[in-house]
């Protein structure tokens, strides 16, 4: 993930979390540090925003989670591993963000709540197609965003999942009829958190954004742990190797794996 | 700041329907005023039988004059309980019209002030309410008669039995009729997501 011997020489200690940057696009000779931290991942994508302009945002959320590093499969698929909290923190995050800017421009009066559209909930299929999604996303490494995402920068994997996608998508066309009953049940309409828990939004959402907030720090802390022990020993400059959760290096199948002390600056990118 | 922001929230509340109604009451109050939300029973009558839309009436009347006479399909809803119904509404299909009713208007003005402050499109009231439609559309019912006086908002007309939408005039056949009316409902059509999900 990062070349230590480039990246550390002559930069302050730093704890070993801040540490662990991604660099992108880099090779030996380009190091490139970069952007992934936990001051740049309050960019509010992936949760169904609209628009009157959807090319407009759909590129703009394509380059964010492009530029967050959520083209890299083995990142992703690590959160289901808890080895690598990005994906859950940088959601989360993003989740309590749009909550509170929405609930507060509602409350100034600045957006009407009742237009944002809320995806119907149909409880148990919806639970069903998580998990389908789920094991999907562990197996392929991408949910559909980031698969498009990775396959638009010639990912082989990502175009592999987008291929698997369609088929899916087809599959699931042509036998939909065989289980409409299920498909179509436990119906309960715009379903919220207020709704659901019979909360009105006021006290709702600190209590939510406290939540979050407490997940945010919590996972943060299990993901700390874990790069701590995957670290032991920062190098000099207060910067470790880190290996991505699987052992290897997230950059590419050019890229070699990290020592194991953390010790070495290997380069991954 | 994230914190700032959700004691903010916690402080100042969603609003209501009375504060929402507050925030469009100048250009909805001339609506009403200039009575463009009205339609006539000839225009409902049209478009329960317009199959590119799908139609919703709310019939806020009493239980009692619901069951004596009703139009087709018409749902009671107490007004005391359309914020509960409101959610159910904004998931209706795009191309629905709302459209509410009463004894004559009174109750159903002020069902439509609720739905138009939770910004539920499309909504119309039937001008005269079920007095009006009778008056139109069931005047040879002899199972029916008008009654004289009465107050502000009762029914004016007498049954022979509590038949509801079994009258013929419940469900008039629209080619028996040749009615003029001023065609009022636009339908305002509301966009369906274009994007969601994760990613």
């Known amino acids: ?269 | 700041m994230l914190s700032a922001g959700a004691l903010k929230v916690l402080i100042l509340g969603q609003p209501a329907t009375m504060d929402r109604w507050a925030r469009i009451a100048v250009e909805r109050q001339a609506q009403l005023d200039e009575r463009e939300v009205y339609i006539h029973p000839g225009e409902l009558l049209d478009t329960m039988h317009d199959h590119r839309l799908n139609l919703v009436m709310l019939d806020v009347r009493e239980e009692a004059d619901y069951n004596l006479f009703h139009l087709a399909d018409a749902d009671r809803i107490p007004i005391e309980e359309i914020p509960a119904r409101i959610p159910a509404l904004h998931m209706e299909p795009a191309n629905t019209v709302f459209v509410v009713m009463s004894n004559d208007e009174i109750a159903a003005t002020e069902c439509w002030k609720i739905l138009v402050a939770e910004s539920i499109p499309n909504v119309y009231i039937l001008e005269d309410g079920s007095n009006g439609w009778i008056s139109t559309l069931g005047s040879d019912e002899n199972r029916l008669r008008a009654l004289d006086g009465g107050e502000v908002g009762d029914l004016r007309y007498a049954f022979a039995a509590a038949l509801g939408s079994a009258f013929p005039a419940a469900d008039p056949n629209p080619h028996d009729y040749d009615i003029e009316y001023t065609p009022k409902i636009k339908l305002e059509l509301k966009h369906a997501p274009i994007s969601g999900g994760c990613g």
């Not at chain 1, 550390?8 to 660099?23: D, L, S, V, Y």
């Not at chain 1, 802390?221 to 470790?240: H, L, M, N, V, Y």
């Open chain 1, 1 to 269: 993930l990062v070349d230590a011997q480039d990246l550390g020489r002559g930069t302050p200690p730093m704890n070993t979390e801040r540490a662990c940057q991604i660099t992108r696009g880099g090779g030996e000779n380009t190091p490139a540090p970069v952007t992934v931290g936990k001051k740049n991942t309050l960019n509010n994508f992936c949760i169904g925003i609209r628009s009157d302009r959807p090319g407009c945002t759909s590129c703009h959320a394509g380059f964010v989670l492009e530029i967050a590093g959520f083209v890299n499969s083995s990142k992703l698929a690590a959160q289901f591993y808890f080895q690598e909290m990005t994906v859950l923190k940088v959601m989360f995050t993003a989740i309590v963000v749009a909550m509170v800017l929405i609930f507060l421009s509602s409350a100034l009066g600045m957006l009407d709540y009742n237009l944002i559209w809320v995806n119907p909930t149909y409880l148990w299929p919806g639970i069903v197609g998580g998990l389908i999604m789920g094991i999907g996303f562990i197996i392929g490494g991408f949910c559909p965003g980031t698969s498009l995402v990775a396959m638009s920068t010639f990912k082989v994997d990502g175009l592999f999942y987008v291929l698997g996608a369609v088929f899916g998508i087809f599959l699931f066309g042509e036998t939909v009829d065989l289980f409409d009953i299920f498909w179509n049940s436990s119906y309960m309409g715009r379903s919220t958190i207020p709704k659901v828990v019979g909360l009105p939004t006021g006290p709702g959402c600190p209590a939510r954004c406290s939540h979050g907030a407490l997940h945010v720090l919590g996972f943060g802390a299990i993901g700390t742990d874990i790069q701590e022990e995957r670290c032991p020993e920062p190098t000099q400059a207060g910067i470790c190797v880190c290996r991505d959760a699987l052992g290897g290096c997230p950059e590419g199948p050019d890229s070699r794996p990290a020592s194991d002390d953390g010790s070495l600056g290997t380069d991954c990118g």
